[in-house]
C-alpha cells in the first residue's frame, strides 16, 4: 500500500511540474490594439496583452522569449508614433524601438541584433540596430512596401512593394538593396524554404504564387490560382511553407479559403475553407497545424495539416490581422 502511495505520489507531483502551456500562437489585433495568445495544445485563448494602436506585422525571437510587433498610429504626426515594440513572456513592453514611418511588416535577424522593417508610406525600408535604438540605414525600394522575409542563413531580406509589383533583396552583410525583380501585381508576402533555395512571394491582385531561386533572385515559375468569383474572389496574401518544403499554405483573403501547394510539382492541391479574410498564417513547429487570422470573422482558424482540414475556431480580437508561433 504505502509502494502504490508513493507512486501515485510522484507521479501527481511530476504532473503538477510539467507546464501543460504553450508553445503559444501570437495574433495581432490590427483594430483594438491587443495580441491574443493561443496555448496551440488545447487551442484555446490562455491570455491578452494590450499593446494600443495599430498592430500589423508580428515575430518572435530566435528563443521565443520575446515579441516583436509592428505599431503604427492613423495620424502618423509624429516620427515617435511608429515603432516596434519589444514585449517579454510576461506581456509588458520592455523597449520601443525607432522603425521609420509607418511599419507595415518587418523581420529580425537570429541575434536580435537588427530589424528590417518596411514603411509603407515612405517607400523605403530601414534597418534599426536594436542595441542602439537607431535607424543605421534607411534604402529606397519599391512603392508601397508591405511584406519583409528573411533567409534562414540570415544573408538575405525580401521586400515586397505592392504598387510596382517589385521584391528588393537586401544583402544584410552590405545593408545595401543588391537586387529587384518582378513578381505578380501587388504582392504582400515572402517566405523562404528552410535550405534557403527557395522563396514563394504571393500576389493580391496577380491570383498568383511566384516561385523564386534564391541563388540569383530570378522567379522560375508562376503558380496561378483560381480567380474564384464576384466577393469570393482568391486574393492571395499570407504564406506559410512546411520544414521539409513538400507543402506550401497560402491566404487568399476574400476566398476565405487557404490554397495548399504541392512544394515539388509547384501546382495547387486543395482549397481550405476558413473563416473570413485570413491573411496571417502561421505553423506549429512540427508542422502538423496551420492558425489563419480571419480579419473579417474576428477568429482563428485551425487547421490539421495531414487532413487539410479545419479542427477549431477560436475567438480573438477586432481583425485579427499576423500570427507569430
Known amino acids: 500500500m504505502k509502494r502504490i502511495f508513493l507512486i501515485s505520489f510522484l507521479m501527481a507531483v511530476a504532473s503538477c511540474s510539467r507546464d501543460p502551456a504553450g508553445p503559444f500562437a501570437y495574433v495581432t489585433n490590427e483594430r483594438d490594439g491587443t495580441i491574443t495568445v493561443i496555448d496551440t495544445n488545447t487551442d484555446r485563448v490562455y491570455s491578452t496583452i494590450k499593446v494600443g494602436g495599430r498592430l500589423r506585422g508580428i515575430r518572435l525571437s530566435e528563443d521565443r522569449k520575446r515579441i516583436w510587433v509592428a505599431i503604427s498610429y492613423p495620424t502618423n504626426q509624429s516620427e515617435d508614433e511608429d515603432t ?7 506581456g509588458t513592453i520592455i523597449a520601443r524601438h525607432k522603425s521609420g514611418s509607418d511599419p507595415e511588416n518587418f523581420v529580425l535577424d537570429k541575434a536580435a541584433a537588427k530589424l528590417y522593417i518596411a514603411n509603407e508610406d515612405a517607400g523605403t525600408a530601414s534597418i534599426t540596430d536594436i542595441k542602439a ?11 508601397e512596401p508591405e511584406g519583409a522575409a528573411i533567409s534562414p542563413d ?20 552590405t545593408n545595401q538593396v543588391v537586387n529587384t525583380f518582378l513578381v505578380g501585381a501587388r ?8 535550405d534557403n533555395s527557395r522563396a514563394y512571394v504571393t500576389a493580391e491582385n496577380g491570383n498568383s504564387v511566384s516561385v523564386v531561386d534564391t541563388k540569383n533572385h530570378q522567379v522560375i515559375k508562376t503558380i496561378e490560382l483560381p480567380r474564384g468569383d464576384g466577393p ?23 476566398g476565405n479559403s487557404v490554397a495548399v501547394i504541392d512544394g515539388e510539382q509547384l501546382t495547387m492541391l486543395t482549397l481550405i475553407p476558413v473563416g473570413q479574410r485570413p491573411w496571417g498564417l502561421a505553423l506549429t513547429p512540427d508542422g502538423r ?21 479545419v479542427v477549431a475556431t477560436i475567438k480573438a480580437g477586432d481583425a485579427p490581422w499576423g500570427i507569430a508561433l
Open 84 to 90: 516596434i515594440a519589444e514585449i517579454d513572456a510576461n
Open 289 to 309: 497545424k496551420l492558425y489563419t487570422a480571419n480579419g473579417l470573422s474576428d477568429d482563428v482558424s485551425v487547421i490539421d495539416t495531414a487532413t487539410n482540414k
Open 232 to 254: 469570393s474572389q482568391l486574393k492571395p496574401k499570407g504564406v506559410a511553407v512546411l520544414p521539409d518544403g513538400k507543402r506550401v499554405y497560402v491566404a487568399t483573403g476574400r
Open 187 to 194: 504582392p504582400r508576402e515572402a517566405v523562404f524554404t528552410a
Open 133 to 143: 535604438n537607431r535607424v543605421i540605414a534607411s534604402m529606397a525600394v519599391g512603392l
Open 154 to 173: 540570415g544573408r538575405w531580406v525580401y521586400i515586397t512593394s505592392e504598387n510596382s509589383s517589385t521584391v528588393s533583396v537586401i544583402d544584410t552583410q
